[in-house]
């Protein structure tokens, strides 16, 4: 048996890795994502004052910074038992679409559209965002990332600091918007919404109008189905600060939905010894079912393609021009394919931004009514955003005082385990025939789990149990033991 | 941002172990009161182009893991640590690709000279503040010669 292994790891921010077993024909016998490092952030937060979390949290990782302070906050605002007033509440939510801006905006420009523009077949050398950026002119990329810094700047104009933001505090927000804030933020805004509409003309002149791409896009080679789950408001429409959690099936039969400390009725964990990362799974639709995809699975996605199959629609106007192209182009609801995660993240990303344009002519934004006091601790508290990459969820337990007991937090890419798993498996054996393994197969291997974008920073905070279980054991089809390999 | 400026950027998760090295070296020169902006970014993702366009000279500290004894203090060039990669997720966005990707775009505005300091982790799976003594020596080595190289060259 041949072993192929595509190490992720560049730089210390979380590791993992795929690998890939060939059977003696040289076809793909099993195929899996490994997350071979953990951080403990869920250890390291016990005995900490809960009003010190968001601040701490930031820091589990680089790039997803504003969403673990924003999955915290609200949180906290629980243990204090505070709702904060509507304007520290949009303040909350502007800080918070403004993040969703630049992370999104990231993910496409770097990860996603260089294996559409320059090519899913070019060298490695050129396939990055160097290469993108040398495809579409200097001047496009500068003008994205221009913008793209002045989403940046909201975010650090609110969150009080730069990169790490401290505005959070329990009932509400601590730093003010003066109107001439407001006026540069809604300057800032409009351009952010232009920066939105360029990316899907990109995405609608380089993948939509190529046959070859759209076949790739809405062919079964990336198709994983499986369950899906993401937030809503009342009126059913996508929501990412704040709502309540839709979840359906394979089908988009609905499963339920729930707030809160519901969450635990709804998903459970799966633990394997070969990867740090959690399965989590519908509970609902019952016990355990194995990483299996199709009508009964369990396994459940989170992210920008969830989200647009949960939600009926966007609830703002231009993206939902887009959301309706969408689904027009992909007929059935919900969508399996996964490559289309990239088109809902650009969709998305529009939203937020004329979210954060509304945001900033609301009169009330620069409102000084910002916090609510607090006045007891009830000792408990989840906090549930819409991250960039999907569901996050924070969960704490503190004694009277506040000091954290008991912290769970699940993040993005810890939903996405099994479709991820999925995905990776079903093109490793549509690409790799007869052991004929090339850079470019290898590629079209990756560009199944790039979609969703993997966190592994985020994805491994849990310590199980105190072990390190650094062997991988593979299982055959009737889940007997056949492979066991130790510390990769 | 000011035209003539140094700007020191540390690189580094404060609370891990050996990755905070680029943060306590700039820490340490903010105590010093040395003429420069300090700056500390979590990631080396688009924010570092943020943190450096507009100045004219600029140092870069940030730890590293490239297989060399612990504590090495290595002095590199953009190229040297740009990295064809292609990329699996977002976060793994190099410190040379950013770097290069700001040279392309925006040519006029990247600091006319660029210093990137890295530093050899020897532990990076401990949340603790306390450094392993090979990278605390060399950090110490990098604060004294990022002084000299502020004081040897004043704007």
């Known amino acids: ?67 673990h302070f924003t999955a915290a906050m609200k949180a906290v605002d629980q243990v204090f038992g505070v709702t904060p007033p509507p304007a520290g509440r949009k303040l909350r939510e502007l800080f918070f679409n403004a993040h969703y801006v630049e992370d999104h905006t990231v993910v496409l420009y770097a990860l996603g559209f260089p294996d559409f523009v320059v090519g899913p077949e070019a060298s490695p050398a050129e396939r990055n965002v160097v290469g993108l950026i040398n495809a579409v002119g200097a001047d496009v990329g500068r003008e994205v990332l221009r913008k793209r810094g002045l989403a940046v700047k909201i975010f650090e104009l609110l969150g009080g600091k730069p990169s790490h933001a401290v505005s959070a505090i329990p009932g509400g927000w601590s730093k003010n918007l003066s109107e001439e804030e407001r006026k540069q933020v809604e300057a800032w805004s409009q351009e952010l919404v232009e920066l939105g509409e360029l990316t899907l003309k990109i995405f ?6 190529n046959d070859k791409y759209m076949e790739l ?54 633990v394997k010894p070969w990867t740090y990362l959690k ?103 989840v906090g549930i955003i819409e991250a960039s990459r999907g569901t996050l969820i924070h969960h704490y337990l503190t004694d009277e005082k506040g000091i954290v007991t008991k912290a769970n937090l699940i993040v993005s890419t810890t939903h996405n385990n099994g479709p991820i798993n999925l995905a990776v498996k079903k093109a490793a054996r549509h690409f790799i025939k007869n052991g004929e393994v090339s850079p470019s197969i290898l590629n079209y291997v990756e560009m199944s789990f790039r979609p969703y974008d993997l966190c592994l920073a985020c994805a491994t905070h849990t310590v199980t149990g105190g072990q390190s279980p650094l062997e991988i054991e593979i299982f055959d089809k009737d889940g007997k033991l056949y492979k066991r390999l130790k510390n990769f | 941002m000011e035209k003539d400026e140094w700007v020191v950027l540390g690189i580094g998760n404060p609370y891990l172990q050996d990755d905070r090295a680029g943060v306590v070296v700039t820490e340490r020169l903010e105590a010093l009161g040395l003429p420069c902006r300090i700056e500390q970014l979590l990631t080396v993702g688009f924010e570092v182009l943020d943190k450096i366009r ?26 040297d640590i740009f990295s064809s990669h ?17 040279i392309i775009c925006f040519p006029d505005e990247m600091p006319k000279e660029l210093h990137i300091w890295l530093i050899e982790v020897k532990d990076i799976s401990e949340f603790t503040q306390v450094m392993s003594p090979e990278v605390e020596q060399a950090v110490g080595e990098v604060v004294e010669g990022i002084q000299r190289l502020l004081t040897e060259q004043p704007l």
């Open chain 1, 1 to 67: 048996m041949k072993k192929i292994e595509i190490n992720p790891i560049t730089r210390l921010e979380g590791h993992g890795k795929i690998a890939i077993f060939l059977d003696d024909s040289g076809n793909v016998d099993d195929a899996f994502f490994q997350t071979v490092e953990f951080r403990g952030y869920e250890k390291f937060l016990q005995g900490m004052p809960i009003e010190e979390v968001p601040r701490t949290v930031s820091t589990i990782c680089g790039v997803c910074r504003g969403v």
């Open chain 1, 204 to 209: 609608d002149d380089v993948v939509l109008k």
């Open chain 1, 217 to 270: 896009v809405t062919g079964d080679t990336y198709k994983v189905e499986v369950g899906y789950m993401g937030s809503v408001d009342p009126q059913g429409l996508g929501t990412f600060y704040h709502g309540t959690q839709k979840v359906i099936d394979s089908d988009g039969k609905l499963v339920g939905t729930f707030e809160g400390k519901e969450y635990l009725d709804f998903i459970a964990e799966r």
């Open chain 1, 279 to 381: 399965f989590p799974y519908q509970k609902k639709i019952g016990p355990w079912k194995g990483i299996v995809e199709g009508p009964g699975t369990n396994i459940f996605a989170v992210g920008p393609l969830a989200r647009m199959n949960v939600i009926e629609g966007m609830s703002t106007p231009i993206a939902q021009k887009h959301f309706e192209k969408f689904h027009a182009t992909f007929g059935a609801k919900p969508v399996h394919h996964i490559l289309a995660y990239h088109w809902a993240r650009a969709i998305e990303m529009l939203s937020a931004a004329e979210k954060c344009l509304e945001l900033s002519r609301d009169p009330e934004i620069t409102s000084n009514e910002i916090w609510t006091k607090p006045t007891s601790c009830t000792g408990e508290g």
């Open chain 2, 54 to 79: 507009g100045a004219s000279r600029a140092i870069i500290v940030d730890a590293c893991k490239l297989g060399n004894p612990p504590g090495s203090i290595l002095q590199v060039s953009v190229d």
């Open chain 2, 86 to 102: 292609h990329l699996v997720n977002s976060h793994a966005v190099t410190l040379g690709t950013t770097l290069k990707t700001g």
